[in-house]
């Protein structure tokens, strides 16, 4: 099962692959983790990716795509994956169609996930993430969190450092130049299922799961 996660950021494509994850077994790859781990490390890539993470931009197309292919090739991914924040240009798009071509089976679904873009200002800076259980979470649902305590595990929240809302708002300008244009994109094929992201995470997945059934994607 050859999946991909489209959305603008905050759209909750990481709280849905998780999920999907856990239901359907296929790993998730989520170009955004891969860059916050190298960052975290310390390796080039990362002080590299810093640069445009920092300000909200893309890290160039090519630099992601292989990245993202690398990660492709290692066994846990021969069965399928869910790309999660990749591709997000029509450059990285068509590169990933040649891959497939070469390389594995074509997509299977696209899962656009459609959200206003005010309503996402306020989940981005409102959003916190919890250094031990990677779990996310927002100050407005869940009571601890504005204390900066995880109400899963009760570990330190933090915010994502392009959380804040002038990094936010170039983010959101990025994805309607360069990642929404992908919508057109897939359209054609008939694999896109655009789903609304606005209401709460589990109906959400319900509405995926509907979206994985329709597209004949079992578990
Ligand atoms: P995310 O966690 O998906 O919101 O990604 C965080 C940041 O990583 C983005 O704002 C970009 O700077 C970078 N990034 C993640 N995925 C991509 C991608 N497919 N192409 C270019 N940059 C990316």
Known sequence: MNIVLLGPPGAGKGTQAERMVEAYGV?????GDIFRAN?????????????????GDLVPDELVERIV???LGEPDASS???????????HQAEALDSHLKRESGPLDLVVNIDVDPEIL???????RMCKDCA?????????????GVCGECGGE??????DNEETVRNRLEVYKAETEPLIDYYRPSGKMATIDGSVSPDEV????KAAMDSAGVSK
């Open 39 to 55: 960052l975290k490390a310390g390796t080039p890539l990362g002080l590299e990716a810093r640069k445009y993470m920092d300000a």
């Open 121 to 127: 200002v306020g989940r981005l800076t409102g959003r």
């Open 69 to 71: 292919f690398d990660r």
């Open 80 to 90: 399928g994956f869910i790309l999660d924040g990749f591709p997000r240009s029509i």
């Open 27 to 31: 790993p998730q790859i989520s170009t």
């Open 205 to 208: 997945f319900e509405e995926v």
């Open 135 to 147: 779990g996310i979470t927002h100050v407005l649902s869940e009571p601890k969190a504005a204390q």
């Open 157 to 162: 929240l933090y915010q994502r450092k392009d």
